[in-house]
């Protein structure tokens, strides 16, 4: 009995993963203080939502990207917003970059869950080799893949990463 119940369940089909709706380029909070050639030069909003699609298939989740802010009202969604990037030191004297992100999980037009993801790089190995937005980038590859785990079971008010 137990080995035909387990070949049942190994061969089910998985439950289809929720369609999540994000928008591509993670945009820049409007009154957060962030330099203006972070914003110019970097590419950390693409970046964000490149991380996030690529680890959130292995969290059970759909992500649809679009250009456009996301549509609350319908579906999920989930409206991200970077609300802080700091970009100090350098390859010579060492980096000391961080990002965070503020988002909003809806359902349909509801509030389901809220999150904020920080995370702090002093350029990991090869440090020296790096300029500043690369550096930026492995902050915001760190904070898609904690959104991603995030995703799968949602905490409101949860804190990830170095926070």
Sequence with gaps: MRAAVAAL?????????????VQDPVPFNESAIIAENIKAECRMGAQLATALGKNAPAHGNTLVFSS??????????LKLELVEAQSA???????????????????????VATVTARRVSRGGAFAGFKGSCDVLERTV???????????????????????
Aim: some cysteine; proline content about 4%.
């Design 9 to 21: 369940l190994c061969c089910a089909t998985p439950v289809m993963a929720a369609e999540i709706h």
């Design 68 to 77: 456009d802010p996301v549509n609350t009202g319908s579906g999920h969604a």
């Design 89 to 111: 030191g350098n390859a010579f004297t060492g980096h000391f970059k961080s990002a965070a992100v503020r988002g909003v999980l809806f359902e349909n037009g509801q509030q």
């Design 141 to 163: 590859n760190a904070i898609g893949n904690d959104l991603a785990i995030w995703l799968a079971k949602p905490v409101d008010g949860a804190r990830l990463g170095d926070l």
